[in-house]
Antibody, heavy 125, light 107 residues
Framework: QVQLQESGPGLVKPSQTLSLTCTVS??????????WSWIRQHPGKGLEWIGY???????YYNPSLKSRVTISVDTSKNQFSLKLSSVTAADTAVYYC?????????????????WGQGTLVTVSS | DIQLTQSPSFLSASVGDRVTITCRAS??????LAWYQQKPGKAPKLLIY???TLQSGVPSRFSGSGSGTEFTLTISSLQPEDFATYYC?????????FGGGTKVEIK
């Protein structure tokens, strides 16, 4: 079964760039059919979808973060990555990666499954 | 953005109770709604997709219904392992959004 695992620094300084990687095992990103998402959860709060990437490299970003977000994919390593620039304390959150599953008409996404375990990133000097 | 409003935000219930959580969308989302369960320190787990389709491996005491703007998640007989926070998510329109969550605690 497919499993996802986030990795990256747990502490980032303000104004710097947050960089995380999600490693996929049990399945190949390049086989297509799925989209690969990043989601974050501020401490004690709800969930915010950041964006997704397809194995071809096509992306969609949440407009609220679009100016600071880059999601990329490395099919040779079966990984996809998140970069969030110019971070502030407001970007402190648990960051999750997840597989986004199509199933609707015209391949519309219908769920996020599975999710990685999440990684806490704290923005502080 | 489509806003999802969950009610109640907090629910106290006993083992064996029937529990219903509501998710209302600010505009119609057809049936592009998913429900997740999250336990403390863990990632969300998919329970239901397409408003009413039970994810493989999820107990049949969980069920979902609704379309358009009003949806419900029902737990027919609450079990000890069901105490958690539940989130709805819409996938009808970008950006995908989540409800604020409903925390189910032991009475």
């Amino acid at each position: 079964q497919v499993q996802l695992q986030e990795s990256g620094p747990g502490l980032v300084k303000p104004s710097q760039t947050l960089s995380l990687t999600c490693t996929v095992s049990g399945g190949s990103i390049s086989s297509g059919g799925y989209y690969w998402s990043w989601i974050r959860q501020h401490p004690g709060k709800g969930l915010e979808w950041i964006g997704y990437i397809y194995y071809s490299g096509s992306t969609y970003y949440n407009p609220s973060l679009k100016s600071r977000v880059t999601i990329s994919v490395d099919t040779s390593k079966n990984q996809f990555s998140l970069k969030l620039s110019s971070v502030t304390a407001a970007d402190t959150a648990v960051y999750y990666c997840a597989r986004s599953v199509p199933g609707g008409i015209f391949g519309t996404l219908i769920s996020f499954d599975p999710w990685g375990q999440g990684t806490l990133v704290t923005v502080s000097s | 953005d489509i806003q999802l409003t969950q009610s109640p935000s907090f629910l106290s219930a006993s083992v064996g109770d029937r529990v219903t959580i509501t998710c209302r969308a600010s505009q119609g989302i057809s049936s592009y709604l998913a429900w997740y369960q999250q336990k403390p320190g863990k990632a969300p787990k998919l329970l239901i997709y397409a408003a009413s389709t039970l994810q493989s491996g999820v107990p049949s005491r969980f069920s979902g219904s609704g379309s358009g703007t009003e949806f419900t998640l029902t737990i027919s007989s609450l079990q000890p392992e069901d105490f958690a926070t539940y989130y709805c998510q819409q996938l009808n329109s970008y950006p995908f959004t989540f409800g604020g969550g409903t925390k189910v605690e032991i009475k």
